[in-house]
């Protein structure tokens, strides 16, 4: 069954350095999504990007975020300059359609910022 | 503002048992709400949606109702298994975007 990949699966890195966080989404999706889960709280929206765009973005997602997809396999999200308050765990997420309510995620990339 | 909640932070249920998880909102304005199982370690996975106006849908094993009067979701599970453990979060979506918008998630316990 396809599925959707995230490396690494936990990432520590000191505040104030730059992460990125990779995932391969489903082969045939073409909506690309972040999400992000601080402990013990709700799942989050961060970013949408369909044909090599951002759809929609939320509050969260400031200038110190940015979506890339650099091929035809791979989504990343990068963190430009990491603070504490960063670590969550985060899900990359995809769906064949607009407007699915059917989104498939990852299992995760957990980011720690010391 | 727009917000999606759920009433209980923990469920326990004896196995073979039926389920119920409830979710409050407040946006009157969406168009999709739907439920999500989060098993320990996984990212969410879709359940079951309904739209909003529907009142009432079936899946396999689960129910989900809508209840627009009080704005009040739920999601019944027949014959609870172990495997039916996890976090369970309410959602919900507009019309035309992609954005889902979680509840706080409800923790279902399933003891044998």
Request: aromatic share 10%.
């Amino acid at each position: 069954e396809p599925e959707v990949t995230q490396t690494p699966s936990h990432q520590v890195t000191q505040m104030g350095q730059e992460v990125i966080l990779r995932c391969v989404p489903i082969s045939n999706h073409l909506y690309f999504y972040w999400y992000r889960q601080i402990l013990g709280q709700k799942v989050e929206f961060l970013v949408s990007f369909y044909n090599n765009e951002i759809s929609e973005k939320s509050e969260i997602f400031d200038d110190q975020f940015s979506v890339e997809r650099p091929d035809g396999s791979n989504f990343t999200l990068k963190i430009r300059s990491t603070k504490l308050e960063d670590s969550a765990m985060y899900f990359c997420a995809s769906s064949l359609r607009t407007g699915e309510t059917e989104a498939f995620f990852g299992q995760g990339t957990r980011l720690t910022v010391v | 503002g727009e917000s999606v909640g759920l009433h209980l932070p923990t469920l326990s249920v004896q196995e073979g048992d039926n389920s119920i998880i409830n979710c409050a909102y407040s946006n009157s304005a969406s168009d999709y709400f739907i439920w999500y199982k989060q098993e320990s370690g996984k990212g969410p996975q879709f359940i079951i949606d309904i739209r909003s106006n529907m009142d009432k849908r079936q899946g396999q094993r689960v129910t989900v109702l809508l209840n627009k009067t009080v704005k009040h979701l739920s999601l019944q599970i027949a014959a609870t298994q172990p495997g039916d453990s996890a976090v369970y979060f309410c959602a919900e979506k507009k019309g035309g975007g992609n954005k889902l918008t979680f509840g706080t998630g409800t923790q279902l316990k399933v003891e044998l």
